[in-house]
């Protein structure tokens, strides 16, 4: 996990967001994607561990002018920022330390386009994060949340969400579950005019 691939102008093509980076199955390639040629600006991940899909994110707002926030309780900052710094990419890079509930109840850095649930994978973790920066994602944004397949409480969550126990409107999100690798559920929010 030391060392990330992040590959050149190769790399920055569309296809990759639909099929090969989803037939390889890294999940990291495709929220590269996703927030690059989404045009997204403001991403927020939840969970930053050691940096690895911190940097791919860090790598889309290079792109795309923008800001990758990453929030984590810190156990592994120094590792995560050297890790960012190593492929230069700090200046797109911002570290909180913090509970990612806690710091999605209490955020005033304005609506984000993008946000990747990846913190505390228990039931009441993923929910509390779910509820804390829903309200933040922008009308055309996307929420990922990771791990539905290999963890239990993310998984919890993704079927609450798909079966309309949302902790928001089901009107207001359209739902893409990916079950490869551990699993992922993609959530994109609609606005007013897809209310019935
Ligand atoms: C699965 S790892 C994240 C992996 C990272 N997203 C990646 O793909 O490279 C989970 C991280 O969440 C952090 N974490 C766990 N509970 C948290 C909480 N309540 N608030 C903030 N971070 C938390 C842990 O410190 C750990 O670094």
New binding site residues.
């Given amino acids: ?1 030391e060392q990330v691939q992040l590959c050149g102008d190769d790399f920055d093509h569309v296809n990759l967001l639909t099929s090969e980076s989803m037939m390889a199955g890294q ?2 390639q495709f929220i590269y994607c996703l927030t690059r040629f989404t045009g997204a600006r403001e991403v927020v ?10 940097a791919f994110l860090a790598k889309a707002m290079k792109h795309n002018g923008g800001m990758c926030y990453g ?6 900052q120094t590792e995560a920022m050297a890790h960012i710094e190593r492929l230069q990419l700090s200046r797109w890079f911002t570290y909180i330390r ?6 999605g109840r209490t955020w005033k850095r304005g609506r984000v386009n993008f946000v ?1 649930v ?4 228990d039931y009441d ?1 993923v929910r509390a ?1 779910v509820e804390a920066w829903w309200p933040h994602l922008r009308v055309g944004g996307y929420m990922a949340i ?2 539905i397949v290999s963890r239990d409480g993310a998984g919890r969550v993704a079927s609450e969400i798909t079966t309309g126990k949302a902790p928001f409107d089901t009107w207001q999100c359209l739902v893409l579950p990916l079950y490869w690798e551990h699993g992922a559920l993609v959530v994109t929010k609609l606005g007013e005019s897809h209310r019935e």
């Fill in positions: 996990m999940f990291d991940e939840l969970g930053v561990w050691k940096g690895q899909t911190a929030v984590d309780v810190g156990e592994y913090g509970d990612s509930a806690e710091v990747f990846d913190a505390g994978h973790h994060d990771h791990d």
